[in-house]
């Protein structure tokens, strides 16, 4: 499936939102329906058939991330979650419980084209490819290997694992939790200091300035992002 | 009297008086109760006492009655407890209360029954109530020459003096068959004499008595109405009374005599005591009769006057003419012989009160007050060891004189020195023998024939009475010196100990200082334990500071009680007082007007003994002076509540300035911008329109900053930024902060340079990201145009140290110091938009983080602000290798 055209379900309760976001999604190509409740949001789903759908977490009739759970029983559809800067904690929950990515309040509507340019690309992906290539870094995963600029970068193979695991998701967030469980297993998910070791190691063996990161950013309070250039 | 939380208005006592038991005041009280109810009133019955056989209880069922317990209608006993408290809470128009000189339990609030009746008189209730003429305090002493029978719960006549009295009366036969009936309850007091007691005789006394007690009131009451109403009418001269006391159980009756005297001469009147050399009381047992005394006095209504003095009868004379006193009554004197020869105090002051009329009421001598008297006077001078001393001292003169061999003359001299020594150091006593043994051994050891007490030449006979005049005398004014001189200096001391604990007060700050240095002072004063109670803001009292050895469970409810009253009532209460007097402690309510700000209570070690008046004057000017501290530190609190007020006026003022300001710029770019897009569409070109569109979302941006600024502060100053603790690296919140300032700060350069080797730090990721954030910003905005702002990061000691620096016009002065403080701008940076709130958020969190932040200028222009952030103690948690050829490069 193309994400031009795709089918994009709004649930906010905000008039306001919901009608630039209606405008400027249909400008860019996609479907779109509207609902200004998670009850509404949650028939809309069923009857929509949505590819996409962006789910704000402050809804006045229930929990945001309750719409996100009953969703998530029935449709693997990607969710896009907004919510405000202060809420990591809600972020957190969205990301754990299903919700393929969020955009802070206020954002910017290519922030958030990009982010569902991500998602429906990684839950159209069928096969892997084993060679992934972004810009001067190739990461062969068949044979493990790592490349920056032609040059063969070294890695631990926690260091190596850390990486896969944002390249295969690249563009999207990976809360600490789920990178630390699929990297140590499901006992060190409160273990996030792991992460600050190895993400400063592995960066100092692929960002050449470390303090303006090009791949691995930090998303703070939340987790990482393996960024890829459009 | 302290009223507040209660109505103003006070309660009507209503009196119905008998000459003796069996009258039928109760019936007569019952009847006038019944028909206030009938007349719709709310009225209810209190208390009775039922007799054996009665009519009252054809009566008694038709009003309301207030008991103890729900069921105990048919109880007689039940009825005859009052329940002060059910009163209180029922709150009725009228409480029926019988037999008003009725003594309480021991641990009920009140000793006394008519103490009851005040209370519920000052929650504004009506009360009726009966006593016998019998029971009235200052007709005591008459009674008791009536009857020979003496009453012994008295009311105070200045408590009947309130009320409105119905004489009830009725003939001795009457009465007489109505004790055949057993129709009447008997007194207490009379026990076995009831037939001598109900003879015809005294009976009619006592009714005389009733008679004239009342038609006194009323004639009272008339004149008083008269005066009110501005009738004009014959009046009596105005008439002062002034009884003089002693701490002698016999005062009593004088006091009783001037209570009725005045009464009788509708007279002000005051009781006088002289504390002198020879009536200064020397031992606990004297002082408690004299607290009595003074209370007995205090509660007939007298004015209490306590002086010290030399002379017993001058001072009389003086405080006499200095009040315009007409009368003065006397107890007759009870003294020895000796004393009655340099003539008594009666006799003085009857040679000297010129104009003055002089009661003497004569002493009726009993047993038991003489067995007092006694054990008083015995206490008083049972003293051997100055009598040891002075003895040795003659002796050790006799020898000197022996070996020595002086002639006559010189050694008569020598016999003075013992005199003198003992008068000036042990009173009269001992100086009287030191002159009486100095004659006797100059006589017989000296004086020709020496060894016999008869004397050769006569001449010796004048010698001796010289000798012993200028002995005397000597002794006596050595004495008199030595006595005024520690009269002297007890009340200098007191004065030093109230002007030393008012210094130390004031030099005190805070509550719990003033308190402790109270009780310290108490303590120095008395022998017991003192503490202190003050009220929560809920209204409870609970103990605040108390003497060392003090436990507060050895208090028992019954004090607590106490403690309530007093603090509610506003009035001393507590051992040896009118109101709970059999309690265990001494209670002083701590109040300025009518502000109740506590308790000082004070427990005193001897259980049996009353304080001194001395040490309760102290006690209550110690209470005062701690009252003044403590309503001072309160009102300085309140003016520092309001100074914050005004302070956190003055910010709100400056938080409605800067957001609407601040808020509104934005507003109006992106308005304007829009607008002109949305009206001249055809207008402007692709260019125009870019710039129209960027202006528009860079002012967003900014409201969105300024947004988030907002809710740090408030976040900071509700208490409610709580810190989320994560292991951070300082390189990654860099990478975040560059990240978020790029299109913030354009095309100027930052440089970050960070030393080897930085650990982990705990701190909070998302706020130090705000921080940095916010100075990156405040850096951009004064940054000259060009220059380039520099992020230095290091390591110095236990801390991490980063600094911001820029490039801009230096802060000097009121800037450095306030450039932290909410909504401070400086007054050269006017041009440059801001809040004047994102450096006091940097603050804020820094020092949440137990860091420090400031700026440090460079004459040259370059201003740094730097912040620190302490390293944890705690080394970032091991970790794991966990899989092979894992190696930590750090």
Redesign the interface.
């Known amino acids: 499936m193309h994400d031009k055209g795709a089918r994009v379900l709004i649930i906010d309760d905000e008039n306001q939102i919901r009608k630039m976001l209606k405008v400027a999604l249909s400008a860019h190509g996609y479907e779109t329906a509207v609902a200004s409740s998670g009850q509404e949001g949650l028939n809309q789903a069923a009857f929509f058939h949505a590819d996409i759908i962006i789910l704000d977490l402050g809804l006045p009739d229930m929990d945001g991330l309750e719409v996100l759970k009953q969703l998530r029983e029935w449709t693997e559809a990607p969710i896009i979650v907004l919510s405000v800067r202060e809420m990591e904690t809600d972020k957190i929950n969205a990301l754990d419980s299903g919700a393929d990515d969020y955009v802070t309040k206020p954002f910017s509507i290519g922030e958030l084209l990009a982010r569902m340019r991500v998602a429906l690309r990684h839950a159209a992906k069928t096969d892997d490819e084993p060679v992934l290539k972004f810009g001067e870094l190739t990461v062969d995963l068949s044979r493990r290997q790592v490349m920056l600029e032609g040059k063969e970068v070294k890695l631990t193979p926690t260091e190596y694992d850390i990486l896969k695991n944002l390249v295969i998701h690249a563009g999207k967030v990976l809360t600490h939790r789920q990178l630390l469980k699929a990297i140590w297993g499901v006992n060190y998910q409160e273990q996030a200091h792991y992460l600050r070791v190895y993400i400063g190691q592995l960066r100092k063996k692929i960002e050449p300035d470390l303090t303006r990161p090009r791949f691995i950013i930090t998303e703070p309070g939340v987790g990482y992002r393996f960024l890829i250039k459009e | 009297m302290d009223t507040t939380g209660k109505p103003i208005k006070k309660g009507k006592l209503t009196v119905f008086l008998g000459s003796v038991a069996g009258v039928g005041k109760t019936y007569a009280m019952l009847e006038a109760g019944y028909d206030k109810y009938m007349h719709g009133n709310d009225a209810v019955v209190g208390c009775i006492d039922m007799p054996k056989k009665t009519d009252l209880a054809t009566l008694l069922c038709k009003i309301p009655i207030l008991l103890k317990g729900e069921k105990a209608k048919e109880s007689a006993a039940k009825i005859a407890e009052l329940d002060i408290d059910a009163v209180l809470d029922r709150k009725p128009q009228l409480v029926i209360i019988d037999n008003l000189a009725h003594l309480n339990d021991t641990a009920y609030r009140h000793s006394y029954r008519y103490q009851d009746v005040q209370e519920i008189l000052d929650f504004g209730i009506d009360v009726y109530t009966t006593m016998d003429i019998f029971h009235v305090e200052s007709l005591k002493d008459i009674v008791e020459q009536i009857t020979g029978i003496k009453g012994q719960h008295t009311v105070p006549d200045g408590f009947i003096e309130k009320a409105e009295l119905i004489l009830i009366d009725v003939s001795q036969d009457e009465i007489i068959q109505r004790i055949k009936d057993e129709k009447i309850i008997l007194p207490q007091e009379l026990g076995q004499n009831t037939d001598d007691f109900f003879r015809p005789g005294n009976i009619n006394a006592l009714r005389e008595l009733a008679l004239r007690y009342t038609a006194q009131r009323v004639d009272k009451q008339l004149s008083e109405y008269m005066q009110e109403h501005d009738i004009k009418g014959p009046w009596p001269a105005s008439e002062r009374i002034l009884a003089c006391i002693s701490p002698s159980p016999f005062s009593t009756q004088v006091i009783r005599a001037a209570r009725r005297m005045a009464d009788a001469l509708k007279a002000e009147w005051a009781v006088i005591y002289v504390e002198t050399h020879y009536h200064s009381p020397q031992n606990e047992v004297v002082y408690n009769q004299l607290a009595k005394n003074l209370l007995l006095a205090e509660e007939l209504g007298a004015e209490i006057i306590t002086l010290t003095g030399d002379d017993f009868a001058q001072e009389i004379l003086l405080v006499s003419k200095r009040k315009n006193i007409t009368q003065i009554v006397l107890g007759k004197p009870a003294h020895s012989r000796i004393e009655e020869l340099r003539g008594s105090v009666v006799d003085r002051v009857l040679r000297e009160s010129q104009g003055i009329s002089v009661h003497i009421i004569p002493g009726k001598s009993v047993t038991k007050e003489k067995q007092s008297i006694a054990v008083y006077r015995s206490l008083r001078q049972c003293r051997l060891f100055p009598y040891t001393l002075t003895l040795l001292l003659v002796v050790l003169i006799t020898l000197i004189n022996k070996y020595i061999g002086f002639d006559l003359p010189n050694i008569v001299l020598l016999y003075l020195l013992p005199v003198l020594f003992s008068g000036a150091y042990w009173g009269r006593g001992p100086s009287i023998m030191a002159s009486l043994l100095g004659v006797l051994a100059f006589d017989i050891l000296f004086v020709p024939p020496i060894h016999s007490i008869t004397v050769a030449d006569l001449k010796y006979l004048v010698s001796f009475v010289i000798f012993l005049v200028v002995a005397v005398t000597t002794g006596t004014m050595a004495n008199r010196l030595r006595y005024q001189a520690e009269l002297a200096r007890r009340r200098e001391a007191r004065t030093a100990a109230l002007y030393s604990l008012s210094r130390k007060i004031v030099a005190e700050t805070e509550m719990g200082g003033i308190l402790r240095t109270v009780i310290n002072v108490v303590c120095e004063n008395i022998n017991g334990e003192a503490f202190i109670f003050t009220p929560h803001d809920n209204g409870e009292l609970s103990i605040n500071a108390f003497s060392q050895g003090f436990q507060e469970c050895s208090l028992k409810e019954n004090e607590k009680a106490v403690v309530n009253w007093v603090f509610e009532h506003g009035r001393i209460g507590g051992r040896g007082t009118e109101n709970w007097g059999t309690s265990q402690g001494l209670y002083f309510p701590l109040k300025f007007e009518e502000k109740n700000l506590g308790v000082l209570g004070v427990n005193i070690a001897e259980a049996e003994l009353l304080l001194s008046s001395e040490h309760r004057q102290m006690l209550e000017a110690i209470a005062n002076l701690l009252s003044l501290a403590m309503l001072s530190l309160q009102l300085s609190a309140d003016a520092q509540q309001a100074r914050n007020l005004a302070q956190s006026e003055e910010l709100r003022i400056a938080l409605f300035n800067s957001i609407s300001h601040e808020l509104r710029t934005p507003l109006a770019s992106i308005l304007g911008a829009v607008t002109s897009l949305l009206e001249g569409e055809n207008i402007y070109n692709q260019v125009d329109r870019q710039v129209l569109l960027q202006t528009v979302?860079d002012e967003?941006l900014r409201m969105?900053r300024l947004v988030?600024n907002l809710?740090d502060m408030a976040r900071l100053e509700s208490g409610m930024m709580q810190l989320?603790y994560?292991?951070?690296?300082i390189?990654?919140i860099?990478?975040?902060v560059?990240?978020r300032i790029q299109e913030l700060i354009g095309e100027r350069k930052i440089i970050?340079d960070?030393a080897q080797n930085i650990p982990?730090i705990r701190a909070d990721?998302?706020l130090i990201?705000h921080v940095m954030v916010n100075l990156l910003d405040n850096a951009n905005k004064y940054a000259k145009a060009g220059t380039k702002i520099t992020i230095i990061i290091l390591m110095v000691a236990e801390e991490i140290q980063i600094g911001v620096k820029k490039i801009g016009e230096p802060i000097t002065g009121i800037d450095r110091d306030k450039i932290f403080e909410k909504f401070y701008r400086s007054k050269s940076n006017q041009q440059i938009s801001g809040t004047g709130l994102g450096l006091s958020i940097c603050k804020g969190i820094i020092e949440a983080h137990g860091g420090k932040i400031w700026v440090e200028s460079t004459s040259h222009g370059g201003n740094s602000f730097i912040f620190t952030l302490p390293l944890d103690d705690k080394i970032?948690?091991q970790?794991?290798t966990?899989?092979?050829?894992?190696?930590?490069?750090?």
Do not use: H, S, Y
């Not at chain 2, 899989?883 to 750090?890: C, H, N, P, Y």
């Open positions: 979302n967003a969105n988030g809710l989320k994560d292991w951070c690296d390189q990654e860099m990478g975040v560059l990240r970050v960070m982990l990721f998302v990201e970032p948690p970790v794991p966990g899989k092979e050829g894992d190696t930590i490069a750090r």
